[in-house]
């Protein structure tokens, strides 16, 4: 492999079309470094740029055989890493709109049919979720958010200490936080 060291690209791709394990290793080893550091600059977090890179790499093994090389290894390495990174930003910008929808439906009141059966079935979902919370937990939320009782008022109706209402009601929270967060990106996703 040291004599692949000293080879341009155009070499490299001839050598990486034929098969040559070898040329690949070269390949990886010359552009991995300075693409990740892109790539992290790019997605600001070091797992999804690694995530980013691994994707782009077996790309160009998918291509073996058949890759082009039109200008540049480095070139094809990185438009893909930036046509990659462009893709990730758009799902996640659908993502966050139609997050922002279902917020604006909410606050708004304002109901059109695709978004009212969308309302509804996160609705049902929310209403599943917290019918899986702990019995006592779920009276206490129930009281809370049906009914808008302070945490005093649940505590003198249930009697339990305030502090415990407190405290079951944070996790009770923090629970359906999590797991609405796992409905909406099924839902929207």
């Known amino acids: 492999m040291k004599t692949l060291c000293d ?4 070499a490299l791709a001839v050598l990486f079309n034929e098969g040559s394990s070898d040329a690949f290793a070269e390949i990886y080893n010359r552009y991995w470094q300075k693409m990740y550091g892109h790539a992290r600059r790019m997605v600001k977090d070091d797992e999804q740029a690694a995530d980013v890179l691994q994707d782009v ?3 160009l093994l998918e291509k073996k055989g058949k890759f ?3 200008s540049t290894i480095a070139s094809f ?3 893909s890493l930036r046509n990659h990174i462009l893709n990730i930003i758009a799902k996640e910008r659908i ?4 997050f922002q929808l279902l917020v604006r439906i909410y606050e708004d009141g304002h109901w059109q049919t695709d978004e009212a059966i969308l309302a509804r079935e996160l609705t049902e979902s929310i209403d599943r979720e917290i019918e899986l919370l702990h019995e006592q937990t779920r009276t206490k939320f129930k009281l809370s958010w049906n009914e808008q009782l302070s945490h005093k008022e649940i505590a003198v109706r249930t009697g339990t200490a305030e ?3 407190k405290k079951q009601l944070y996790l009770a929270i923090k ?3 999590s797991r609405i967060a796992r409905i909406l990106i ?3 996703g």
Do not use: M, Q
């Open 186 to 188: 099924i839902v929207i």
């Open 57 to 59: 790499f077996t790309k």
């Open 77 to 79: 390495l990185y438009t």
């Open 163 to 165: 502090e415990t209402v």
């Open 175 to 177: 629970t359906l936080r």
């Open 68 to 70: 082009e090389l039109k």
């Open 95 to 98: 993502r966050d709109d139609h």
């Open 7 to 10: 080879k341009p690209d155009s």
